[in-house]
């Protein structure tokens, strides 16, 4: 079984365990019911509807050839030195500069660039920002990200509606207070637990040896952290469960930002391409 696979069956097992215990604790038999009912509802949509859910967060939108000729190309050019199938093109009106892949597969995979980062990167650094997000693919970094992405999306969903479980009075009423107050922190642990800080290492590296121009990648994680600094993304409901999924942490580094925050510090990533490169440290 691929790695990704077996985290992602990991993250599935682990997040359905704690909320049959909790459905158990809150209300014995009846509550056990209510939460298996919801451990499948939040899985299902994790799995099947991840993409959808991170693409949404960012408002994007699938775009055509017409009218992005210059993006096509270089994923078409990137995909085919991969050999991974072409993905889905999107493009987000944020004026954040970011970019993001996502999907279940490499069959199913997406990459979403913002209007931002169209604007700011030049042409070899978009390529080799792109090599970045198709490493992510090639390497099926997607799936865990994704379905974690769904997972603490609805794990953050519930918590706006813990009112309306269906647990009993007494107890039941101060355990929906506490899960109002506990789900936020749960949704940004299951996306620290799946997701491992070195993967964002690998997919550098990795995009390297696709685009072979390590200083391009690195010139442009520069500006799209001077991006990120001046147009911070709100770490509010779904956009908060996807930020893990951008090529720099698109949030600022307060409160819930903090909590899901996921990347490496940008000047660590640019050191290590610039020794790629072999430039002096």
Not at 64 to 76: A, G, K, M, N
Not at 107 to 116: D, H, K, L, Q
């Amino acid at each position: 079984m691929h790695g990704s696979v077996l985290r992602t069956a990991i993250l599935i097992a682990v997040l359905s365990s704690l909320i049959l215990a909790i459905g158990a604790a809150a209300d014995g038999g009846d509550g056990l019911m209510a939460a298996v009912v919801i451990a499948i509802a939040v899985n299902g949509t994790a799995y099947f509807l991840s993409d959808k859910i991170a693409l949404s967060a960012m408002r994007a939108r699938p775009v055509s050839e017409w009218e992005y000729p210059q993006l096509y190309r270089l994923v078409r050019e990137l995909s085919t030195m991969a050999r991974t199938p072409v993905p889905q093109l999107y493009v987000s009106p944020a004026p954040q500069p970011n970019a993001f892949a996502t999907g279940r597969s490499r069959r199913r995979a997406a990459i979403c660039c913002t209007e931002g980062i169209l604007a700011t990167l030049d042409v070899d650094e978009l390529r080799a920002v792109l090599g970045h997000e198709l490493s992510h693919i090639h390497n099926r970094d997607i799936l865990v990200s994704s379905v974690a992405a769904g997972m603490a999306t609805v794990i953050t969903f519930l918590a706006s509606f813990a009112w309306l479980l269906p647990f009993g009075r007494g107890g039941g009423r101060a355990l929906k207070l506490l899960l109002m107050m506990v789900l936020g922190p749960v949704a940004a642990l299951v996306i620290q637990l799946a997701i491992a800080r070195t993967r964002e290492y690998q997919a550098d590296s990795a995009a390297v040896l696709l685009t072979g121009d390590p200083l391009a990648l690195a010139r442009a994680l520069r500006k799209i952290e001077l991006g990120t600094t001046a147009r911070p993304l709100a770490a509010t409901g779904s956009l908060a469960a996807a930020g893990h999924l951008m090529i720099v942490g698109p949030f600022r580094s307060t409160g819930l930002g903090r909590l899901f925050s996921t990347h490496p510090q940008v000047a660590e990533r640019v050191r290590r391409l610039e020794s790629l490169a072999g430039c002096p440290r």
